[in-house]
């Protein structure tokens, strides 16, 4: 008798529960008017991406309107780009948002990236002390700014992560880069951005990042935007997808999903519009079609 | 298994910058270990073997900061040394003295909670049989430090193994600075953070290598010492 009324109970359970799963269901269709027709099999994109992206709020911001749309669900893994790109080679990304050229033209030459889809961009910004004991104002570019901080020899933090940004300021240096372990007025300190200008704001002290990052961060850092334009402090974002050939086990139609989207007019008027609201300016551009 | 030759590679090559930052972090540590068994070793004999009024108050406030997380530390050293903060004027915020001060904090409650507990659990009835052979102070002093070396040693070690393994507070207060300082465990998270998962985890070996090195001399000199 009391296995009948067991296994009565488990039905009875069983039949409420797959109930309450299709009127879960029922109310997702009717809420979302833009919900898809059928949910993708394989859900879940693996985006592997750098921390300025994701600690800009832009992913956020976009990432609701997409999943709303294709019922995909987007899983963000932020590190810096070195460790995003190491990532996706491990297998463990369907896709990778990052700002490094060499470092995204050399995963697609051995062959883990598909195409280097570059679609948004925006600037580097030098930030320091207010006073500007360098004088680095008004400087022609980014170039001419690090030789005036290096002959007066004002402290500067560099990222020294082999991030996106510490790429882009060793490419500024070019070959005058300072020698960590000699020039003691060059901070490397292998640390995120938001860290770095911590530190830049305790030692006042130079340091290139990007702007997204100081804009999230300036109430809280003593320090100011001192050269905010220069033709060598652009910053390009680009997308890639993994290529299946090389990595399994992959979402690729997700990853593809993605890209379409990121590329598309909708998200293109998303992007150009972040930040307005906040910081009164626009944080990321778009790359002509 | 690529990470393990890369540990010995590592090891043998004597690569410069290696050398330095297991020299700050042997200096880090072996500072940070000295003053918490200076101040925790004498504290822990007080509680253990004295009673006064608030002992279990203090003993609850030593056990609850035993576990005191890290990052927590590190922030508090931090807002005190900050530029604006109260010490903020003496210069010590990114230099090895207040990755020190900072460790310092950590395992302080450590070294007294585990030495008092010790103390109160065996050295208790060597104090009373003493007392009744008659012994002075000096000598049960000596007596307890005798029969209880081993159980002192392991509780140095766990200090000192506290210290070296620490990452959370040491790069708060420290920055991780490339030749200023940069210690084992925050050259891993770096290493780790560029992508380089494999050298992160041979330097990683590296780590427990010398860590198993400091272990097996402080084994040797207690067998030595008790041979005497």
Sequence with gaps: MKKVLALLLAFVMVFALAACGANTADNGETTTA???????????????????????????????????????????QSAGTGAAIQKAKDGNADVILVHAKASEESFIEEGYGVERLPFMYNFFV?????????????????????????????????????????????????????????????????????????????QQAYCLTDKATFLSMKDQLNLDIVLAEGDDMKNTYSLIA??????????TEGAKAFIDWMLSDEASALIAKYGEEEYGVALFYLLEK | MDSFRQAFDLLFSLDRELLQILGVTMRMSFFSTAISCLIGLPLGALIGTKSFKGK?????????????????????????FTHYGPFGEL????????????????????????????????SKPIIETARGLGLNNLKIVGL?????????????????????????????????????TRVMTTAIMLET??????????????????????????SFMVKEAKND
């Design chain 1, 34 to 76: 833009a919900a898809p027709a059928n949910t993708p099999e394989n859900a879940v994109i693996r985006l592997s991406t750098t921390t300025s992206v994701n600690d800009s709020g832009l992913l956020p911001y976009l990432l609701p309107t997409f999943e709303a749309k294709t019922g995909y669900k987007v899983e963000v």
């Design chain 1, 242 to 251: 993994v290529n299946p050939e090389k990595i399994d086990g992959l979402n």
């Design chain 2, 56 to 80: 279990s108050f203090l003993k609850k406030l030593i056990h609850t900061l035993m576990g005191l997380p890290p990052v927590v530390a590190g922030l508090f050293v931090y807002t005190l």
């Design chain 2, 193 to 218: 953070n560029k992508g380089k998962f494999s050298f992160a985890l041979a330097l990683g070996i590296v780590l427990l290598l010398i860590a198993f090195v400091v272990n097996a001399l402080a």
């Design chain 2, 91 to 122: 210069n010590l915020l990114f230099t090895v003295k207040i990755m020190v001060i900072a460790q310092v904090i950590l395992i302080t409650p450590i070294v007294t909670g585990l030495s008092s507990s010790f103390i109160e659990s065996t």
């Design chain 2, 144 to 180: 307890c430090l005798s029969e209880g070396r081993t159980s002192l040693v392991s509780i140095v070690l766990t200090a000192f193994g506290r210290s070296i393994a620490e990452v959370g507070a040491v790069s708060i207060v420290g920055g991780n600075i490339q030749w200023k």
């Design chain 1, 126 to 202: 030098i930030v320091g002390p207010k006073d500007d004991p360098a004088g680095v104002k008004d400087s022609e570019n980014a170039a001419a700014a690090f030789a005036k901080i290096r002959d007066s020899k004002s402290k500067f933090v560099s990222r020294g992560d082999e991030s996106g940004t510490h790429k882009a300021e060793l490419k500024i240096w070019g070959d005058n880069a300072p020698d960590a372990e000699k020039d003691s007025w060059y901070i490397s300190a292998g640390q995120g951005m938001g860290a770095c200008l911590t530190m830049a704001s305790e």
